[in-house]
């Protein structure tokens, strides 16, 4: 069956540094993916929507350029953390539907990340 | 108030016992999704819904879009059925990923 895997699973990194997450369709092509996230205790929330090809579709709230989202080829999406803080520690989930405007959305694992 | 809500919040329950969680809306959807959330974080996606009632297993899921609710069951519940589910739907005009997340029901199958 289809399967977004989602690399690394965890990531610790001191404040400031760039994290780069990769979200991978694995037998299926993904023109768009979205990326989440979840704070403790939160629901999730859709941060950002990556299309292939295009410039990514950002939701109210979420800055642009803290969260590049790069999305280099139909099976591939990455969401970097720019100079991350405390703060953006969180666990971040992609997901990409199985086709163009169905309903049915694959979830990665999700990545987890701590900012010290 | 959240546009998503679920109820109980947390719940626990003796193997065997028949389970329902409760996801009530707000707004016009387009569909709904059941989605599983194991300890470490990753998502399952169970059930995808526009209508009517659908069945997978010892899982069933029903929507009523007129009364804005959905149901989950779970019959004879099992500890590995122990996760977080969430209700999570399309908003009518909101793009595909545009999902609202309910908070979940924490779900906890004693053996």
């Known amino acids: 069956g289809a399967v977004v895997s989602q690399h690394p699973s965890r990531v610790i990194c001191k404040s400031g540094t760039s994290v780069k997450i990769e979200c991978r369709s694995l037998?299926?092509?993904?023109?768009?993916m979205f990326w989440y996230r979840q704070f403790p205790k939160k629901s999730l929330m859709l941060m950002a929507t990556?299309?292939?090809?295009?410039?990514?579709?950002?939701e109210q709230g979420v800055e642009k350029d803290k969260f590049l989202i790069n999305h280099a080829s139909l099976t591939l999406s990455t969401l970097t953390v720019t100079s991350a803080h405390p703060e953006d520690s969180s666990f971040y989930i992609c997901?990409?539907?199985?086709?163009?405007?169905?309903?049915?959305?694959?979830f990665g694992p999700g990545t987890r990340l701590l900012v010290l | 108030k959240n546009e998503v809500e679920q109820s109980p919040q947390n719940l626990t329950a003796q193997e065997g016992e028949f389970i329902t969680i409760n996801c009530s809306y707000s707004?016009?959807?387009?569909?709904l999704h059941w989605l599983q959330q194991h300890p470490g974080g990753g998502i399952v996606s169970l059930f995808m819904?526009?209508?009517g009632k659908k069945k997978h297993g010892r899982l069933i899921a029903t929507i009523n879009i007129q009364e804005k609710h959905s149901s989950l069951h779970i019959t004879a519940s099992h500890p590995r059925d122990s996760a977080v589910y969430i209700c999570?739907?399309?908003?009518?005009?909101?793009?595909?990923?545009?999902?609202?997340f309910g908070k979940g029901t924490k779900l906890s199958v004693k053996p």
């Open positions: 997901s990409a539907p199985i086709d163009r405007g169905g309903e049915t959305q694959y």
């Open positions: 037998d299926f092509q993904a023109t768009t």
């Open positions: 990556s299309n292939e090809g295009s410039k990514a579709t950002y």
């Open positions: 707004v016009g959807i387009s569909a």
């Open positions: 819904l526009s209508s």
């Open positions: 999570a739907v399309r908003a009518r005009g909101r793009s595909q990923g545009n999902l609202i």
